[in-house]
């Protein structure tokens, strides 16, 4: 189903620094502009808070995700188990840096790695407007805070339909001074039950490096 990857990839491979610039007003207030013609300040408080609760679990990479496959532009990397998860490098105009694949099955995942550092709340915003401009009718699954391997994330799941093909995506954000990390897993809505702890097990091969 190599359909759901190419939909996918054209859906969520917009660099977060594209959809977004940061500007200053004349009062000296940091800004973002984004491409649809809206803003909102920088680390001002809402008026409206999300909360989000945070999961007490904690989510640690599996024995058998021995391999690391390590960001060249930031400290993170990804655990797989090269037995059953096969990935690509990126090309220098893709967005994503790497490109996982559970081999012989419809599951796929992107790291997307970026030197900008966006707060996370912003992040999530951002995520789900470039989401939105494929799919409109996206929707909110689940979202929570999460405890991986050490580092706090945003667990966000995501469905909607493009050109009639549903499907879900199932992803980790994170931000720290270095930079911003979206690692995404996706497949069609009618295998996310399969696919849910597949999903799981790869995400949470997320890590900080030195």
Do not use: C, H
């Not at 655990?79 to 081999?103: C, H, L, T």
């Not at 929707?139 to 050109?163: D, H, K, P």
């Not at 995506?169 to 849910?196: D, K």
């Amino acid at each position: 189903m190599k359909i759901i990857a190419i939909f996918f990839f054209l859906m969520i491979t917009i660099p977060l620094t594209k959809a977004q610039i940061n500007a200053v007003t004349s009062e000296g207030d940091e800004v973002i502009l984004y491409t649809n013609g809206t803003w909102e300040y920088i680390n001002v408080p809402s008026e409206e808070t999300i909360e989000i609760k945070t999961s007490q679990e904690t989510f640690r990479k599996e024995a058998a995700s021995s391999f690391q496959v390590k960001s060249k532009k930031l400290n993170v990397g990804v655990w797989i188990n090269p037995k059953e998860w096969s990935f690509e490098k990126g090309g220098d105009d893709d967005a994503s840096e790497y490109s996982f694949q559970r081999k012989g099955e419809d599951i796929y995942a992107m790291l997307i790695t970026e030197r900008t550092s966006i707060p996370l709340m912003t992040l999530r915003d951002i995520a789900f407007e470039n989401a939105r401009s494929a799919a409109p009718d996206i929707r909110l699954v689940s979202e929570e805070y999460r405890n991986v391997n050490g580092n706090m994330v945003l667990m966000m799941q995501l469905a909607g339909t493009i050109q009639g093909l549903e499907f879900i995506y199932y992803g980790y954000y994170f931000s720290n001074s270095n930079g911003t990390v979206q690692f995404v897993a996706y497949s069609g809505m009618s295998l996310f039950n399969e696919y849910r702890e597949d999903m799981e097990i790869i995400l949470n091969g997320l890590v900080e490096t030195e």
